[in-house]
């Protein structure tokens, strides 16, 4: 087989038409060069932008979108949360396929550039049958061997293959932008979830607190009502006190353990526990936050830039539908051998067949199917470019909804705060009043039944300040460049 495959080689060098054979390849290069693309190329919807953002304090242009993770959540246990959430959460993964789905359908429409090779080989034995099997009436039994490497190339004239492309291309472009998005939604959806969990904990311990200050309450009712110094309303307002703030106690455990299951599926894992360390929500300290320029949102959410893409290829799509209104110019082209003898064939014998040939084709009538689908393809470039508008208006919606939120909550949660210290002055000044006789255990009551629910306010507020900041954080597009641009921070000790 070796000496066949050596002959075989030798006989294309030798042939008269070898010298034709490689003008024409250079002369079709060259009309590859010079071939045009037909089709719109590219370009960008125009976008009005703000110059600020509503909400906007201050603007600056390093925005807060640039800061990786870990600088927005100092948090070290939610640090650790986020990376085993980047390494096991099936939604990241899952896109993470997706990209390399979109990354081999590009190198398969890469493939469309160059020629495709084939090989065959048959043997064949028959009575009355000529080449191809058919009828041959000529009374002998004989035998054919063949073996041949075929080639066929379609000349890019009209730049439907460049289309095709530049579309593949754009998709790939897209999934990459798509597995970024998720990233980002994954690390708010942690964050998030977590900021939760310390709210319901600090609840918990909250409605136990109440839970245990009103028993006490009760029980110094009892005492003096067993004295007889003290009403039936006294205690019966104190145990109903008292056993409504141990009824949230449940709930709330409930709620935590839901809380708990729903982090532990954004980490891949089975519901379980949280170790939240010594984490507190109170410590949890939002960090100032300069939002950055409109225009350079643009090219920071992945969400706007797959959207970018998925245009982009939409719009390689009308290129190609433009195409397929002008001719294809294929290449065909066979070199093989020929033997009736198997000992001859496989020694490099037998009768040379080879073949050069060019194809031109291209549509005369289909009853308008060339004109619809062109239509169709310029309908979908239109969706494109509306949805690419609607998703950048939804952006700078998105970034002022959060700074506003942000800015309000911040004042919520001061004078909210400011309650809170109010009312614990108040409780302990009762306190102090019913010691020295001047009240009685009923205005501590009151005082602890407004200070309780209070504090509840306040870890409300707390809370929504630090969702505010990770709905900011998403809104902006942030940290969708820390996988090429910044190295991710060793695990903190002990955890």
Known sequence: ???????????????????????WTLGIGLLILVGCAVGPDYKRPPIDSPETFRGETKTSTNSFANLPWWQVFHDDTLQ???????????????????????RAMAAEARAGFFPQLDYAANANRGQNVGGGNAPSPTGTIGNVFAADVSASWEID????????????????LASEEARRDVTISLIGEVAQNYFQLLALDRQLEIAREST?????????????????????????????????????????????ALQENQLSVLLGQNPGAILRGN????????????????????????????????????????????????PQLNLTGLFGNVSSDLTTFTSGGGDVAWSI????????????????????ARAV??????????????????????????????????????????????????????????????????????????????????????LAVVQLYRALGGGWEVESTVVLPPPAHGH
Request: glycine share 4%.
């Open 157 to 172: 004239l009209w730049g439907r293959i460049r289309r095709l492309n530049e579309s593949a291309r754009a998709q790939f």
């Open 357 to 376: 040939a060019a194809g031109l084709t291209g549509p005369l009538f289909h009853g308008g199917q060339l004109r619809a689908q062109y239509a169709q």
């Open 381 to 466: 470039r239109e969706q494109y470019a509306l949805q690419y508008q609607e998703i950048v208006l939804n952006a700078f919606e998105e970034i002022s909804d959060a700074l506003i939120s942000r800015e309000k909550s911040a004042s919520a949660r001061t004078e909210q705060g400011r309650a809170v210290e109010a009312y614990k002055v108040a409780v302990k000044i009762s306190l102090e009043r019913y010691r020295m006789g001047h009240a009685d255990y009923y205005e501590v009551l009151q005082e602890q039944q407004l200070l309780f629910p209070a504090e509840n306010s306040l870890v409300q507020f707390q809370l929504n300040q630090l």
């Open 279 to 326: 984490s507190l929500l109170e410590k949890q300290m939002p960090p100032e936050v300069p939002a950055g320029l409109p225009s350079a949102l643009l090219e920071r959410r992945p969400d706007i830039r797959e959207a970018d893409q998925q245009l982009r290829s939409a719009n390689a799509e009308v290129g190609v539908a433009k195409a397929d209104f002008f």
């Open 1 to 23: 087989m070796k000496k066949f495959v050596q002959r075989l080689m030798s006989k294309v060098r030798s042939l008269p038409n070898a010298r034709t054979f490689g003008l």
């Open 212 to 256: 245990n200050s009103f028993g006490q309450s009760l029980k110094i009712f009892d005492e003096r009502l067993q004295g007889g110094v003290a009403s039936k309303l006294e205690t019966s307002s104190a145990e109903a006190l008292m056993d409504a703030a141990a009824a949230t106690i449940p709930e709330l455990e409930q709620q935590i």
């Open 80 to 102: 650790n949360l986020i990376r085993t959430a980047l390494t096991n959460n099936y939604d990241l993964r899952i896109a993470i396929t997706r990209v390399e789905q979109a």
